[in-house]
């Protein structure tokens, strides 16, 4: 096999060029549409009149990114379909974040999820975790940004070009159309991602002898040994890393992060943001789907010339986009649907991001590595005043800064020093049929134990830190006192393993009346500018989540 592809010819760019025109025609559209309703709120949450399906679609292009369009094919090339289990711990992390997470903060009135930190706790908190959110965001975006860009230079595209239309057409249609027009976009741009892998797959399958041929060739290679029980940590996918590892790193991005709550909280009633969260789920399904089966075509295709391994491309993440360019060359046009397919990932993820952070602002090296050491603090953070009404604002503080420290303590020292190739050595790779083309050094005591740890478990040891050393601060300083927390804040789970005893119930409570009206307690800024008495903060209403409506009450008769 030789080491040359084609390149992009003019189909390509104009079938690309089309992704971009819809995308800023959808924020025109918008714009035009909603040009007297001008409010923030209209601007940053659809008016809170968005239903589930456009929503469900949106959560899921957005966090389905091109880095699982370029990575997670070029992950079960090299490793196996054991990615594929991923699809359990997409199904705990919507359960958790539709009954745990997501009702308190719709009930909250929110606009941004770190308002509830300040309701919560205080401003000090709430400012903490806006700023490791931001830093979280503009990091993630870039590398996820660069991580793309560099795949795609195999196809001879534009690097610049393609990084300056990427910006400008997000900002465009973000900035005039707000969430709806996000929403929007990421519907149409679902729909392009689908249509190409299944083009991609149609057209490998074929290539390479059928369905049936690829499946044996993924068995003869390996790549079918998904289910593996063994319990080493240091292993990089085991049913367990990806089973409990992936669920912490994913209800970071999922249970408490801006831009899926904003859109949850966007939907015109609680039943509705819950049915877009199980919805999307069937997306994240389907796509994870077609990408582990698109790495197992791709692994049939190259199975006795492995390219990267030939030095064909310098990357693994150019294996997808040198595959398309290989098995469409002789079809101009299709490629640039591929390529369409991967940027419709990364505009989703950057337009969630520009209005996640938009919306965060106004209000207040690998992609799942970096949100595991900053979404898991901020899962443990959140847990911290949903779960547990004993937490106080210096424990809240406390524990986000442990549980920072400690996550990025074990993904720096894992990016120094990678872990051992025993335990995360890709599967055997050939280079047989190829036309090829023509120290020791000291590693300190870790760096084989807590540095080579699974990449899916930093997100859990910083929520795990963040929390227990929250509680420890917490009992330490003086614990909360319930009477004060308006129950809407919190989400009474004891009730799940109590309730067979009211007293033991009302015990785990913490003194937080849950037995008194379900209120909803709504940031009111312009007293809060005004009184330094946290008692009027909060305009307190009671909330019929059956009716989706508020009742006016007085904090005094509440209490």
């Not at 974040?97 to 509830?116: A, C, D, K, N």
């Not at 005039?176 to 149409?188: C, E, H, N, S």
């Amino acid at each position: 096999m030789s080491p040359e592809v084609k390149k992009f010819v003019t189909w390509d760019y104009i079938v690309f060029a089309a992704l971009f025109l819809v995308s800023a025609s959808i924020g025109v559209f918008f714009a035009v549409k909603e040009r007297k309703k001008k409010t923030s709120k209209e601007f940053l949450v659809g008016g809170r009149q968005m239903t589930c399906g456009p929503i469900a679609f949106s959560l899921t292009s957005s966090f389905m990114s091109a880095v699982t369009v370029l990575g997670t094919p070029s992950e079960v090339y090299r490793y196996g379909a054991s990615f594929v289990l991923f699809f359990l711990s997409y199904t705990l992390v919507i359960i958790f974040t539709s009954e745990l997470f997501l009702p308190v903060f719709y009930r909250s009135g929110i606009t941004s999820t770190y308002e509830y930190l300040e309701l919560r706790f205080n401003k000090i908190v709430r400012l903490a975790a806006t700023l490791i959110y931001i830093l979280q965001t503009m990091t993630h975006t870039y590398f996820t940004n660069n991580f793309v860009f560099i795949g795609f230079t195999v196809t001879g595209f534009d690097l610049w070009g393609s990084v300056a239309a990427t910006g400008i057409v997000c900002t465009f249609y973000c900035t005039l159309g707000g969430l709806k027009a996000v929403v929007w976009t990421d519907a149409f741009q679902m729909v392009v991602m689908v249509a190409g892998f299944v083009v991609v797959l149609i057209r490998g399958t074929s290539l390479n002898g059928g369905a049936t041929k690829v499946w044996e060739d993924a068995h003869e290679g390996s790549r079918l040994n998904i289910f593996d029980f063994d319990v080493d940590p240091l292993r990089r996918h085991t049913f367990w890393t990806i089973v409990i590892g992936g669920t912490f790193t994913w209800l970071g991005l999922y249970g408490v992060n801006q831009s899926t709550i904003q859109r949850c909280i966007s939907c015109k009633s609680e039943r509705h943001a819950k049915l877009a969260l199980y919805l999307n789920l069937l997306g994240l399904w389907t796509v994870l789907v077609c990408a582990v089966f698109c790495g197992l075509v791709m692994y049939s295709h190259y199975k006795s010339c492995d390219p990267w391994t030939a030095a064909f491309i310098s990357a693994p993440d150019q294996l997808m986009p040198y595959f398309v360019m290989d098995i469409f060359s002789s079809m101009p046009g299709v490629p640039g649907l591929f390529v369409a397919c991967a940027f419709s990932g990364t505009l989703s993820t950057v337009a969630a991001s520009i209005n996640a952070l938009a919306t965060v602002t106004f209000e207040d090296l690998a992609s799942l590595s970096i949100h595991g050491m900053c979404g898991g603090p901020m899962l443990g953070l959140f847990t911290l005043g949903i779960v547990f009404p004993c937490a106080n604002w210096k424990g809240a503080l406390g524990g986000l800064l442990a549980g920072i420290s400690l996550a990025f303590w074990t993904g720096t020292g894992s990016f120094i020093y990678p872990a051992p190739p025993t335990k995360s050595i890709p599967l055997q790779l050939s280079t047989l049929n190829c036309t090829l083309a023509n120290s020791t050094e000291a590693l300190p005591l870790l760096a084989d134990t807590w540095y080579s740890l699974s990449y899916l478990y930093f997100s859990a040891i910083g929520c795990v830190g963040c929390a227990i050393t929250g509680l420890l601060i917490s009992f330490i300083t003086g614990p909360s006192k319930g009477e004060d927390i308006p129950p809407v804040l919190i989400k009474p789970v004891c009730d799940l393993f109590c309730f067979w005893s009211k007293r033991l119930k009302i015990f785990l409570w913490c003194g937080v009346r849950h037995d008194n009206l379900e209120v909803s307690a709504q940031p009111c800024y312009s007293t809060f500018k005004n009184n330094t008495n946290k008692e009027n903060n909060h305009q307190i209403r009671g909330y019929n989540s059956e009716e989706n409506s508020y009742t006016n009450i007085s904090r005094e008769s509440r209490l």
